[in-house]
């Protein structure tokens, strides 16, 4: 699937999609250890916000800034975090100035992109985060690239890409991430997922 494709995809999705996910679950406690070790007056970039309730919703005390390829979906965030400020945009290019945010949050986002690009996300990333900021993302566990016909029962196709976890590994490394840890928590969704946090070493 190309940009557009994804992009129409998830426009599509986006209601059925956000009935499915709740706003609680083990993997949304991740961010409470997240938000401790921030600054005071923090600027958290989610990326992948989705309609905003599953991870930008959960940034409380921080100035939040949401970011996602899906129109609809931002549609949906606005009125579920209206004091977010949200941004159309691409991970591979992330539109937001060098230096700028404190941490990122990446919840079942990076995967969206073909895995030969995610040296470029986290390149991005690293980018906008101030030295010393901090990664939270949803990783591969192993290497797969596929498109999954009428997923979640919606009729849409949705495409799913990773190198698996040792390329990931590396590529969060190359671009001056050091691991901080790596853990399984459960989805709301019925599966068990990677999760991985990092710190930008600048």
């Not at 993997?27 to 938000?35: K, Q, S, T």
């Not at 010393?132 to 999954?148: D, I, K, M, P």
């Amino acid at each position: 699937m190309d940009r557009q494709e994804l992009r129409r995809a998830w426009d599509a999705v986006a209601d059925d999609y956000a009935r499915t996910r709740r706003a609680d679950g083990e993997d949304a406690a991740l961010i409470n250890e997240l938000l401790e070790d921030l600054p005071e007056a923090a600027t958290v970039l989610d990326v992948g916000c989705g309609d905003g309730m599953r991870t930008l919703a959960n940034l409380a005390g921080v100035d939040r800034i949401g970011l996602d390829l899906s129109r609809r979906q931002l549609e949906l965030a606005a009125g579920n975090v209206s004091e977010a400020h949200l941004l159309q945009g691409e991970m591979t290019r992330v539109p937001l100035a060098a230096n700028s945010v404190d941490a990122i949050t990446a919840y079942h986002a990076v995967f969206h992109v073909p895995r030969n690009e995610h040296p470029a996300v986290y390149d991005e990333f690293a980018r906008v985060l101030r030295p010393g900021g901090r990664l939270l993302a949803t990783v591969g566990s192993s290497r797969y690239e596929t498109v999954r016909r009428d997923w979640l029962g919606s009729g849409q196709s949705m495409f799913f890409s990773t190198p698996g976890r040792r390329r990931t590994r590396s590529g969060l490394e190359t671009a001056g991430f050091a691991i901080v840890w790596e853990q399984v928590v459960d989805d709301p969704l019925g599966s068990s997922v990677p999760f991985v946090l990092a710190e930008y070493q600048g």
